[in-house]
Nanobody
Framework: QVQLVQSGGGLVPPGGSLRLSCAHS????????IGWFRQAPGKEREGVSW?????????YSDSVKGRFTGSIEDNAKNTVILQMTNLKPEDTAVYYC?????????????????WGQGTQVTVSS
């Protein structure tokens, strides 16, 4: 049984930082990566990052490049991290992690088979 369990998130002022975690279990080796998506009220779900499960490395959307960093936890290889810095009010959304066996279309949510439960990130003064 595949599970993705998220933790982290919360309320921070503009310019602050937050760390999201996604602990996965049950994924077979053909699953290539974990994607991070976000959805703000009234907006479509947006892909913000993709982390390669086989060797690390990450991809980012233009909206978060240089501010967000995706990685695999050093001491827990089944946990993927999204470190978010210099947060802006427009980063406010529910964030989801998800698993995919594709890379080329990493930012399209239709290619993800398993999803975490979502976590709220609010950036406000």
């Amino acid at each position: 049984q595949v599970q993705l369990v998220q933790s982290g998130g919360g309320l921070v002022p503009p310019g602050g930082s937050l760390r999201l975690s996604c602990a996965h279990s049950g994924l077979t080796s053909d699953y290539l990566g974990i994607g991070w998506f976000r959805q703000a009220p009234g907006k479509e779900r947006e892909g913000v990052s993709w982390i390669n499960l086989h060797g690390g490395g990450a991809l980012y959307s233009d909206s978060v490049k240089g501010r967000f960093t995706g990685s695999i936890e050093d001491n827990a290889k089944n946990t993927v991290i999204l470190q978010m810095t210099n947060l802006k009010p427009e980063d406010t959304a529910v964030y989801y992690c998800a698993a995919t066996n594709r890379r080329a279309t990493w930012n399209l949510d239709i290619f993800y088979n398993y999803w975490g439960q979502g976590t709220q990130v609010t950036v406000s003064s």
